[in-house]
């Protein structure tokens, strides 16, 4: 066993000449082909790439889809985001659990099938779904899991779990996917038609600073959420000293509610590769990489060969389009399962193959970033954005949108809503119109941007998408009147402490707080005083986080107080007597009157 | 005017906090023409003999009695203050609370390297409170209206905190009074 082992591990150090670097590429194949990256397995790893076991620990310990303890050959992971919790993913997972007789977290004794939830994997739009190994199941209800976990037990592969292909490229022989795109409104930006490689073709005929300055003129903003201006970030890194620079492609969509990337990386893929040799033609850069995160890797092999055919007809590899001297190759990099490297340092630090936590900023990645060498971190959809703008131009795409959003934005809508999907928009539409297109009746509430972002009532209903209104990363879940806010809250607090890289303390112990207090009220054991406990909690957790996860996580918490206070109102109990509803005397004297055979003449 | 009357109190502590407080030296003349000591083990009152305007609460609950006294205090006082560590958030106390309570006991009255128990007893007299299942900071047990941090805070912040309470001012703790590291 050990000298397979070891074999396994040096092909796999070997194959990306034994750099550690490239750790998360070796680790995630030892875990594939091995079910678990063991004890053993580090200190081989450790000594191939000459670093101590402690690093590759760290790494295999920070990511959910890497273990220690040897997983199922089959892992079935059970989306539990509040959408397909929604839409019933608790009884999915309750008809796993018992028809393969395991439970939630568990590997069956034979080592066959392990089972286990997982944040949101990008199918909001076809909840309640799962990933079986890099297979993913959408739309399930009950019935379909229990034929679907009785075909597991029986040794059916995942592979033939597919029955019928979704449209477009998800039936492309090398994805082979029953996930359905759901696009239901095209823009004039993203899903328009195009002539393809024009915008490419016409960067190369400027001089890279001309580019910059047409992406400046168009005031095309970060799709990510934060809507950094992307010439800007460009021109830094342009001008930032530095041999080797990068462009890095942030297709790590972790935010609850967001699927706009699923779809560009399987449709629009040749406009990001696009996009991105235009930012290595600007800045000065001949290595692209896109992080592509784990629940994706269903189109990791579909992808690289549309890279491999870029390179044949001179897309991509050395003197592009004939340019002489103009060199710009991708590759990708596989995530496994962490929400926190969608933040664009902590992501850099994923590529760079250690634990995916961020890294202090100033220095800026521009300045300072992969393998600390000046790097530009965008989005899937920015790319996507700019080869058009170069296709057509700065006027074109500024008249676009709003005045200080310009261009189209890619929602990714789901929940409560009867036409869940892919909408681009030009910036500016208004919730409502919104909602109506989507189909959604009877709505209480709309989380804009994700729980990161602000959970708005009807009264916010007339106000717009964009960076100076309503910002967002692209996800928009909707919540019909029969959800109970405060559980909604709840769900994604949870989401928060399990994703929190652990840095830090106040998002660390902060969002643990924020949960057990709004437990606390759910239970009836709130009072009035609670709101500014929640509050302040609030304002500390975000002015003292380090990253954007712990400057985001308490939003949900602060816009449910804003907009549906008489939700908390109507279960918070003024307390006369002073004493805490939440501590119960008789609990906690159980044990030591179990102990010492008498009970409390006290109480 | 009759003068507004201070209770003090030592739960789960080590009665450091109440050291502190006379460590004020002198100035606990001036407190006395300020105050009326109530319950306190200053001066050994032991029951409340009337409303009181502050409590002042050393240490958390670790068992019945600290609960009961707690409770009693938040009965009869206007305004309770956790002071110091251990009744902000249970301090060297709590530390056994991620130890479940039969290994504490085995350990304090059986196990441990320097008890001597030629018959094994376990204390289990029934005038003994009983144990908590863990340490409780003040405020999760009854609303606590103001937290003094420190182990001790010192003398010059409890003299602060107390005069600005009592003359109804702003407190002004300066950096050297709540920096502790």
């Given amino acids: ?603 | 005017m009759e003068k507004p009357k201070v209770a003090t109190t030592s739960l789960a502590g080590c009665f450091g906090c109440h050291m502190s407080l006379l460590d004020i030296d002198d100035r606990i003349l001036k407190l006395i023409e300020l105050v009326d000591f109530d319950k306190s083990p200053i001066d050994d009152i032991k029951n409340f003999t009337g409303r009181c305007a502050v409590g002042i609460v050393e240490g958390g609950c670790c068992n019945e009695e600290n609960v009961h006294v707690l409770q009693d205090f938040r009965k009869n006082c206007d305004i309770l203050i956790s002071c110091g560590d251990c009744a902000i958030d249970g301090g060297i106390p709590a530390m056994r609370n991620n130890i479940p309570l039969k290994e504490c006991f085995d350990e304090a009255y059986h196990d441990g390297p320097t008890v001597y128990n030629p018959n094994n007893i376990t204390p289990n007299d029934k005038e003994l409170p009983l144990i908590l299942n863990k340490v409780y900071p003040c405020h999760h047990v009854v609303k606590m209206d103001y937290h003094l941090p420190g182990c001790p805070p010192s003398a010059d912040t409890l003299w602060e905190a107390l005069v600005a309470l009592l003359s109804n001012k702003p407190i002004e703790l300066p950096y050297e009074l709540i920096k502790y590291d």
Wanted: glycine share 10%; net charge negative.
């Fill in chain 1, 1 to 603: 066993m050990s000298q397979k082992l070891s074999r396994i591990i040096k092909n796999a150090c070997e194959s990306c000449g034994n750099d550690r670097n490239r750790l998360m590429d070796i680790v995630t194949a030892i875990q594939k082909e091995c079910g678990a990256v063991t004890l053993e397995a580090m200190d081989i790893i450790a000594k191939e790439l000459n670093v101590q076991r402690v690093d590759v620990e760290s790494v295999v310990s920070f990511y959910s889809f890497l273990s220690k303890e040897e997983k199922g050959k089959v892992v079935i992971r059970i989306c539990n985001d509040v959408v397909d919790i929604l839409k019933g993913a608790e009884d999915v997972a309750k008809v796993f659990s018992e028809t393969l007789g395991i439970e939630i977290g568990q590997t069956a004794a034979d080592g066959s099938i392990s089972l286990e939830y997982t944040p949101c994997i990008g199918l909001s739009d076809q909840a309640p779904a799962v990933l079986i190994n890099d297979v993913a199941i959408t739309n399930l209800t009950v019935d379909k899991a229990k034929s679907i976990a009785n075909d597991l037990k029986n040794g059916v592969l995942p592979e033939s779990l597919t029955k019928e292909c979704g449209d477009g490229n998800n039936a492309n022989d090398l994805v082979k996917s029953m996930v359905k795109n759901n696009i239901i409104k095209k823009g004039s930006v993203i899903f328009a038609e195009r002539q393809s490689e024009a915008g490419l073709e016409k960067a190369i005929t400027m001089s890279p600073s001309d580019v910059i300055s047409l992406i400046k003129a168009s005031k095309v903003r970060g799709r990510g959420g934060a809507g950094f201006p992307t010439g800007m970030k460009w021109e830094f890194t342009r001008a930032a000293k530095g041999d080797k620079k990068y462009v890095v492609c942030n297709a790590d969509e972790g935010e609850p509610g967001t699927f706009k990337d699923r779809v560009l990386l399987t449709e629009k893929f040749d406009m990001l590769c696009e996009g991105m040799a235009i930012g290595g033609y600007c800045i000065g850069s001949d290595s692209g990489i896109i992080y592509l995160r784990g629940e994706y890797a269903y189109l990791k092999a579909f992808l690289e060969k549309k890279l491999s055919q870029r390179k044949e007809v001179g897309l991509l590899g050395a003197n592009i389009c004939g340019k002489d001297g103009f060199n710009f190759d991708i590759r990708i990099q596989i995530g496994a399962g962490a929400y926190i490297c969608g933040e664009e340092t902590a992501l850099i630090s994923s590529c760079e193959g250690l634990r995916g936590d961020p890294k202090t900023r100033p220095p800026f990645p521009a300045q300072k970033g992969y393998l600390a060498s000046p790097t530009t971190v965008n989005n899937v959809e920015t790319f996507c954005s700019i080869a058009k703008i170069l296709e057509k131009d700065a006027a074109w795409y500024s008249a676009i949108g709003t005045k200080g959003s310009t261009g189209t934005k890619i929602l990714s809508i789901s929940g409560d809503c009867s036409n869940p999907g892919i909408y681009e928009y030009d910036f500016g539409v208004k919730v409502s119109d919104m909602l109506k297109d989507a189909g959604a009746e009877d709505t209480k509430a709309v989380l804009i941007g994700g729980p990161s972002g602000q959970l708005i009532g009807k009264t916010d209903f007339n106000r717009i998408i964009c960076y100076d209104d309503l910002a967002t990363g692209g996800s928009i879940v909707i919540f019909n009147s029969y959800r109970n806010i405060l559980e909604i809250v709840k769900s994604y607090l949870e989401f928060f402490v399990e994703e929190s890289c652990g840095y830090c303390t106040p998002c660390r112990t902060g969002n643990v707080l924020l949960l057990n207090k709004i437990e606390e009220i759910l239970e009836g054991k709130g009072e009035p005083s609670d709101i500014k406990y929640l509050e302040d909690l609030c304002s500390t957790v975000k002015v003292t986080s380090r990253c954007g996860l712990g400057q985001t996580s308490p939003n949900p918490v602060l816009t449910s107080i804003k907009n549906f206070r008489e939700v908390y109102d109507a279960v918070l109990k003024l307390n006369e007597d002073g004493r805490q509803p939440t501590f119960d005397i008789k609990a906690s004297l159980e044990v030591a009157e179990a102990l010492q055979g008498r009970k409390s003449v006290i109480y």
